[in-house]
């Protein structure tokens, strides 16, 4: 079945510093791959989604690649801020017998020290 | 823009009582979710329901009921709460329940059964 491995928290950062979290996906399908943020005491939000494989998403300051042919979207960021701190969750948005689902990594915890 | 109100925010329950977490949502969107949140586990699916009076079964539906009276409300019943256990419920909406959409959720409802 459809699963993501994603990188296992927390990490921790000095502001200023580079943020990779890595993603890989499993899937037979041709799913939509999302990245959530999750703030201390709120929902998960959406920080942004690619439908489309080879196309590259991006918010605030934050990228990925969906990239098929290593089944992998890394989340990037090239200098986190003490605001950044919260879960990152990568999601795969897929179809299994006739109904959506959506299959989301265990989370990555980031935290960020100035 | 919407919001999805849960209540309440901190749920404390004995072991084998009936417990009732509440969502409303004001997106009018058509389907509506319930998520459970384990530290380190990510969000795991309980139940989702894609239109008034619909119910699905998530990965994790055994010990939950779920009720979608109205468009605009959906709650979660733990049938018989286990002791030790701790985790935030999360409720969630999106408009068609399309694999490719993105959710909505609430800010959680914390539950601890003594």
């Known amino acids: 079945g459809d699963s993501v491995t994603q990188t296992k928290g927390p990490v921790t950062l000095s502001e200023g510093t580079s943020l990779t979290v890595n993603c890989s996906y499993e899937t037979k399908q041709y799913p939509t791959l999302f990245w959530y943020v999750q703030y201390p005491g709120e929902g998960p939000q959406l920080l942004f989604k690619v439908p489309k494989a080879n196309e590259k998403g991006s918010n605030r300051g934050f990228e990925a690649t969906y990239d098929k042919g290593t089944t992998s979207f890394h989340l990037q960021k090239a200098s986190v801020q003490e605001s950044d701190s919260a879960v990152y969750y990568c999601v795969l948005g897929d179809r299994e017998g006739g109904s959506a689902k959506l299959i989301f990594g265990e989370g990555t915890k980031l935290t960020v020290s100035s | 823009g919407g919001i999805i109100t849960q209540t309440p925010k901190f749920l404390i329950g004995q072991e084998g009582q009936k417990l009732t977490l509440k969502c409303q949502q004001n997106?009018?969107?058509?389907?509506m979710y319930w998520y459970r949140q384990d530290s380190g586990k990510g969000l795991r699916l309980i139940y989702y329901?894609?239109?008034?009076?619909?119910?699905q079964k998530g990965d994790l539906s055994e010990g939950y009921d779920a009720s979608r009276e109205k468009k605009s409300s959906f709650s979660l019943t733990v049938t018989s709460a286990q002791k030790n256990e701790m985790a935030v419920f999360l409720c969630a909406s999106s408009s068609t329940g399309s694999s490719a959409e993105t959710l909505y959720f609430g800010s959680g409802t914390r539950l601890t059964v003594l």
């Open positions: 997106f009018n969107h058509d389907t």
């Open positions: 329901s894609i239109t008034e009076n619909d119910l």
